[in-house]
Every structure is written in C-alpha cells, then in structure tokens.
C-alpha cells in the first residue's frame, strides 16, 4: 500500500514537473500567457466561481425546469408583400397570388479571381510574358541542419534565419523523425471554406377527399309478348293523335322555335369561338399532311419530259375543291383574292333556265381543300362576283333575278342589295367589275345584264345608288309592239371589261355576237363596234400588257384576238361596212363551245381556254401561231362542262370550274411558262422594263400579221 501511495505521487510529481517546464519554454518563445500560481497543486490555480442569484429571479420546480419549449425557425422574409394581385387570363378578374419570392440578398460581390494552376491563368501568364513562380525547395533538419536555396543572396539570408528558428524549437521540443529530410514543402489549402447547414420547417402535406353516395339501383325483369309491344305501340299512337288535335297558335310556335334556334346558336358560338384559331390550324395541318403528296407535287415537281419537247406542255392536276351542298349547282366565277394568293373565290347557279334555285358563294384555299373557309347561301343563283382589289373583304355580286349585291366577308347576308325600286336589272347579271373610287372616295362597281342595260353602281353614305351608262341598242333592226309603233331592240350583254390604263374605256360583248367599245363620257353610242362572232360572246379580255390587243371566245367554238381600231365609229361616215370588213388577228377554232378565255399574268402571249367538252387548252403565240401547245382532257366525268378558268397571279397554276360544282387546280410544265432569259451577271429586271419587253415581243409577233393600211395598197 506504501508502494502504491510512493508510486502515485511520483507521478503526480513528475507530471507536475512536465506542466512547468511546458510553461517556460512557452515563456520563452513569446508566449503572452501568465502565470497563475506556484502552486504545487492544480487546484490552486483554478478560479472559483460564485453564482451571484437576481433578486426579481423566478423559483422554479424541478419539473418547471425541465419543461421544453420548442422554436421554429423559418426563412420567410418578414419583409416580403403578402398581397401581390396579378390577373388571371382564365379566370378573367385578378387574383392574389399564394406565392411570394422570399429571397433577400443582403450583399453580392461578382470576383474575377481565377486559381493561378488553372489554364486561363496559364494563358494570360504567357499572353503577359510573366515566368511561371518556381517553388523555393529547402531541405532541412529539425535537429539545426539547414540547407540555404542556391540563387539570390536574399534568399540565402531568408534559409539562414528558418533554420535557426527551427534549430531553436528542435532543442525544446524535439519531434519524430529528426534528422531526415524532408522533400518540397507541401501547399496548404489556398481559399478558406466555412461551411454552414440549417434545415427550414417542412410544411405538412394535407390530404383531401370526399365520398359519393352511389346512385340508386334497382333490378326489375319481365317477359315481353306480341301483345305487350302491340299495346305500347298503340298507346303511343293515341298519344300522338292528340297532341295533333290541340289547337296551336302559329304565331307562338314561330317564335318558340327562334327562341330555341338563338339559344342553341348562342352557345354554340361562345363554346367554338374559343377554339376557331386553334382548330383551324389544326385542320390545315392535317389537310397538309392528307394531301403531302399534291403539296410537294405543287411546289417541287417539274415534268422532266419537257426538256425533250419543245413546242408541248402538260397540266398537273393538284387539289380537287367540293362541296356537297354545291354539287348540282354550276360554277358561274371564279376570282384571286388580291391580298391572299392562295385563296379564292367562287360563285355557283345555273346556266339553266328551267333549273333555277338557290346559289352560293364559296372561299377556297389552298391551304384547305377539303373544306371552304367562308360560306354564303343566297335566295338567287350567282352568275358573277368580283373581290375589291383594295378591299378584299368587300365582294360586288350579280345574281340571276337581276339584282346586285355587295357582300362583307364577316356578314352571312349581303350587306347592299338593290331591287325594282333602285335600279335592279330586268335580267340576269353576267358580270360586275369594280372600279377604283370616285372623287370622293366612294366604292362604285360596274354591271352588265341581258337586259341591255350597263350600270354603275355607287355606295354613298351607306345607300347603293343607281346610274346607267348606257343601253346596248341594235340600230338596224326593230321591231312592232301590239299597237303598230316601232321598238328599237336592245342588245343583251353577257360580258365587259375596262381598259388597263385608260378606265374610262370598256369593251361589251353581246348574245348577237358583237363587241361593242365604249366610254364612261358616252351614254347615247359607241366609240366601235365589230361583228366578232356569230353566236354569243361569253368572255372579252384585254391583255395585261399590251394596251390595244383583246381576246374573245364565244359559243360558235372560236377564240378570237383582236387589236383595238385607232379611228372610232365618231371619225367614221360608214361604220356598218368597217365592222364588217374588220378581221381579227388570231382565230383559234376550239371544236366545241368556249365557255372562257384568260391571259396569263406572266407573258404577253400566254392565254388559256376552256370547253364545253372537258378540255383546256393552253396557246403561247410567241412558240406557236396556230396550234395549242397543250390540250388536255380535265373532266372527270362525261358530259361535264368547263365553264371558267383563272390564273394565279403568282404561282404557276390555273383553277377550273366545271357544271357539276367542281374546281380543279392545275400546275402548269416549264414548256407553258417559259420566261425571257436575263442575262448573266445583269440586274434583276423592274416591272416596268418587263412590261416593255413583253409589249415588244408581241409587237414583233403582230407585225408578221397585221394587213397593210388601205393607202399604203393603193399608192
């Protein structure tokens, strides 16, 4: 036991002698600590500490004590607005918002220091022709053995000073591993991490449901016979029966079932309203895609035979437009929109006297072939229309009761339609043609009927006003009314068109066969008048180019070009032989009924026709004076006539209508639009250097047809 207590205390002792001599060599390296005591305990040293009680403190039990009170923090900004109020597209009015950005940077610095072993510092190292810092290598000693840095002398110094310090500190306290060498100095961490973790209060999810009562069910069976159905079948009839005998006032039920119709129209309108747009670009996008083939066909295709054929084109048939309500009607017109070149519009009647009903206007595009983007039914069939080359949304429409009509496309019913009291035609219109605006920027439009009569028409302050060009008489013949007075017969007009540039001028042609020129200034005769067919004239064009040359076909299978007469019937003492020697340019004989006839709008040359046979026929007089240089069967059926063709303004394609409601689109083969060549290098050509180029290629043509003057022969 002796043992024990001797042996304990010498090591008390002993660790008491290491705390001391600790505490000099601390003393001795600069250490600022101070020495308590002497004292050979370590109690000695330790200071005491006396609880010093509040006099307002609580006395609180042992379980007061140990009561936990528990605090939550968050990291919602105190600062943040809890009413923020944004409007709500759906739900149209504004709502507050739940969400509020609770964020609060308090400070942000952006620095531009990059870590100098990285290779951008690398680079800009090199870019400013500063040498890479080579580490200082000291190999030394804790036992006092130093070994300086070869170089500088500086940096021998700086060796001689560490190595002293560390042979200094090797004497007090020496460490493992004296006397080895140690190899390059170990880089320590060159940035500073402090790293800091918080957890934020999760909120507790919340869950919601409801239950139904089930609907009611109940299970019920029976054997049915023949005189159960028979029983039912005759308590229906009575049923029937007299709800047939009580009396209904007319009048109620009308207005019953108009108050149902605008009820049912009404939603139906709000519900598809929403989703028109939506829809519609999804119908094109599949239409698109129903019909690839035609639409890579219509903007890649070229028929690779023309190459082989120099004097012959084909047609490519494209889109086939229908309408099932349009199927028995004829298509009586057909007109480009001037702003939208992939839409047009159509008009559809009867040709027939004896199949008269109701008619219909149609707006295609080529973006939808299989459904017209606008519709419009009418109480008369339409034998003409025109859309407003400014205004495409005004169209001018001519009926076959005789009646004129102006249509918007956002209205279903004409918006102007005049009738026997303002000046409504006799006859049926054939065909109306807008004008540009008078003085007064009024729209006005121009019609033509049977009835002999020519009309121009005036929108003045939101009234269609009537005024009448002229009448279309024939001067040689008359005839007796009942009373013996003689009647001067007027000539019925089927067809007109206004002078590119001169506006005033207009050509009229006639059931008799006649085109007639003549001027908005004259309204009692024409300035000249041909004997151009022999039957009906259903179509007088002028071309676009050339401003004294017209084409005309007409039911005696013929197309027929002209050239306007430089001396008018006024300057003339004999008119009837001049119209009757005049000869036209060109005559092309069809072998069937020319329902129409167009010029091309990228050639002076170019025109097109078509019959009453199915065919159409395209003629370029600068490749080919007498034959077409395509003809090509485009009914699908028998019997079905062509009555209309257009061009498209812009690409290269017609559109046919036919008797049975039909419209055909046609591209047309390289060899049907040859271009004049430009010349490598060149400028591209302005409108107006093309119009000459065209004037004079078809004047080069006409000089190899035109007949000498009659002076130039006798001299």
Not at 200 to 222: K, L
Not at 549 to 558: G, H, K, R
Request: charged share 30%.
């Amino acid at each position: 036991m002796h043992n024990h207590a001797c042996l304990l205390f010498s090591i008390q002792a002993g660790g008491m002698s290491d705390i001391m001599a600790r505490r000099r060599t601390r003393i001795k390296d600069g250490d600022d600590m101070t020495d308590i005591g002497d004292g050979t305990e370590a109690e000695d040293w330790m200071q005491h500490k006396n609880l010093v009680k509040p006099e307002d403190q609580l006395d609180l039990n042992e379980g007061q004590l140990k009561e936990e009170f528990t605090r939550i923090l968050t990291a919602n900004n105190p600062h943040a607005p809890q009413n923020i109020v944004r409007y709500s597209f759906k739900e149209r009015q504004y709502k507050q918002t739940s969400s509020v950005d609770q964020l609060a940077i308090h400070f942000a610095l952006d620095g531009n220091m990059i870590h100098k072993e990285s290779d951008e510092a690398k680079r800009q190292r090199a870019r400013l022709g500063i040498p890479e810092a080579v580490p200082s290598e000291h190999a030394g000693s804790e036992g006092g053995e130093a070994t300086p840095a070869a170089g500088a002398a500086e940096g021998e110094e700086q060796a001689k000073e560490e190595a002293a310090e560390e042979a200094k500190d090797g004497a007090a306290t020496p460490a493992p591993g004296e006397g080895e060498s140690t190899g390059s100095k170990k880089l320590t961490n060159q940035f500073n991490y402090s790293e800091r973790a918080s957890q934020t209060y999760n909120n507790p999810y919340r869950e919601r449901g409801t239950a139904t009562e089930p609907p009611p069910r109940a299970t019920f069976s029976g054997n049915v016979t023949q005189w159960d159905i028979f029983d039912a079948y005759q308590e229906d009839f009575e049923k029937q029966e007299k709800s047939k005998e009580k009396k209904v006032v007319p009048g109620r039920r009308e207005e019953e079932k108009t108050r149902k119709k605008l009820t049912i129209t009404e939603t139906q309108g709000e519900d598809i309203s929403r989703l028109n747009k939506a829809s519609k670009i999804v119908e094109r996008m599949v239409n698109q895609n129903t019909f690839d083939d035609i639409a890579q066909d219509f903007k890649y295709w070229e028929d690779p035979s023309d190459e082989y054929r120099e004097n012959e084109g084909t047609l490519l048939p494209l889109w086939r437009f229908t309408y099932e309500k349009a199927k028995k009607l004829a298509v009586t017109s057909l007109c480009w929109n001037p702003k939208y070149k992939d839409l047009f519009a159509v008009s559809f009647g009867s040709y027939d006297f004896m199949k008269q009903g109701n008619g219909m206007i149609l707006f295609n595009s080529m973006k939808n072939p299989s459904f017209p983007e606008f519709v419009y039914e009418t109480d008369s069939g339409v034998m003409c229309l025109d859309l407003h080359p400014e205004h495409p949304y005004l169209i001018a429409v001519g009926f076959y009761d005789g009646s004129v009509g102006i249509f918007n496309v956002e209205r279903k019913e004409p918006v102007h339609r005049c009738t026997a009291k303002n000046g409504k035609h006799t006859d049926p219109v054939w065909q109306v043609r807008w004008q540009a605006d008078d003085l007064e920027n009024n729209h006005n439009f121009y019609s033509v009927s049977s009835d002999g009569r020519i009309v121009h028409w005036t929108i003045i302050k939101n009234e269609l006003t009537y005024q009448d060009v002229i009448c279309l008489t024939l001067p040689d013949t008359t005839a007796e009314g009942p009373d013996g007075t003689k009647v001067n017969t007027v000539g019925c007009g089927t067809a007109f068109d206004f002078h590119r540039k001169n506006d005033y001028l207009f050509l009229v042609g006639t059931e008799e066969g006649k085109i007639h020129m003549c001027s908005k200034a004259y309204t009692s005769q024409f300035l000249d008048s041909v004997d151009a067919h022999n039957m009906a004239v259903y179509k007088v064009r002028w071309n676009p180019y050339h401003p004294n040359i017209y084409v005309t076909c007409s039911a005696d299978w013929t197309v027929k070009i002209w050239e306007m007469s430089s001396k008018t019937s006024i300057d003339k003492s004999d008119t009837s032989n001049d119209a009757n020697s005049r000869k036209p340019l060109f005559t092309f004989d069809l072998n069937n009924s020319v329902g129409d006839v167009a010029w091309s709008p990228y050639s002076s040359t170019v025109f097109a026709a078509v019959t009453a046979d199915g065919k159409v026929f395209i003629y370029d007089l600068h490749i080919n004076k007498y034959e077409p240089l395509c003809e090509q069967m485009v009914a699908q059926k028998k019997k079905t006539k062509l009555t209309h063709i257009e061009f498209n303004p812009v690409y290269p394609m017609v559109i046919v209508g036919d008797d049975r409601g039909n419209v055909t689109s046609l591209k047309l083969s390289p060899n049907l639009r040859k271009m004049p060549k430009e010349k490598k290098g060149a400028p591209p050509m302005d409108p107006k250097q093309k119009e000459e180029n065209e004037i004079a290629k078809l004047e080069k043509l006409l000089s190899m047809v035109r007949e000498p003057p009659v002076d130039s022969v006798k001299k």
